[in-house]
């Protein structure tokens, strides 16, 4: 069973708007938590990571905001752009094996 | 940094052929290496782990003497599929996870290989 949940499976999105993709997880064991994106035909490429002690960290347009608590996190895309379109896809990992979400489609139209 | 480099990056070939895919870190040493299998519009779904010098550890469901993997470096691992069907035609992804001191490393893909199988 997935044992991240990703959320939506699609989003379209204006240039320059904001694209939020929202991640949960049951295992509080889970300790590492990358996104990754991916275009058509290739391989998923690391976009950011967080780990459990932080709750937000920021690099460039994109954002990750992580609540413990709750057991989820969120990849915020500021200023979105049309080579932003792209699938991402959450993961989360205990050791060194990492579980993936769904993955969402985004399309930045210009 | 940590590039990793997947070859070929498409292949045909007819039914019952068995096909060779390679794996490299580039610049880095790779203690432990992925292979992950994904159909359109899916996730990944990991098939097996592999480290360096020992045998891989295939996932629940994945028939190892089908999917036969080698990790004889630092740098190299290989996946054949052997005797291939139809059913196998995928679109096959490797990773590559550093030697690190502390801490989860994060993995590195490679641009995956279409594998068809006529």
């Known amino acids: ?110 | 940094g940590a590039v990793v480099s997947q070859h070929p990056s498409r292949v045909i070939c007819k039914s019952g052929t068995s096909v060779k895919i390679e794996c490299r870190s580039l610049d880095f040493q790779a203690t432990t290496m992925f292979w992950y299998r994904q159909f359109p519009k899916q996730s990944l779904m990991l098939m097996a782990t592999s480290n360096e010098g020992s045998k891989a550890t295939y996932e629940q469901g994945v028939e190892k003497d089908k999917f036969l993997i080698n990790h004889a470096s630092l740098t190299l691992s290989t996946l054949t599929v052997t005797s291939a069907h139809p059913e196998d035609s995928s679109f096959y992804i490797c990773s590559a996870r550093g030697q690190g001191v502390v801490g989860n490393q994060p993995q590195h893909f490679g641009d995956g290989t279409r594998l068809s199988i006529l």
């Open chain 1, 1 to 110: 069973q997935q044992q991240v949940k990703q959320s939506p499976q699609s989003l379209i999105v204006q240039k320059g708007g904001i694209s939020i993709i929202n991640c949960a997880y049951e295992n509080t064991a889970f300790d590492y938590f990358p996104w990754y994106q991916q275009f058509p035909g290739k391989g998923p490429a690391l976009l950011i990571a967080i780990r459990p002690d932080v709750s937000e960290k920021k690099e460039g347009r994109f954002t990750i905001s992580f609540n413990k608590s709750a057991k989820q996190f969120s990849l915020h895309i500021m200023d979105s752009q049309p080579g932003d379109s792209a699938t991402y896809f959450c993961a989360a990992s205990n050791d060194y094996k990492l579980s993936f979400g769904a993955g969402t489609t985004v399309t930045v139209r210009a």
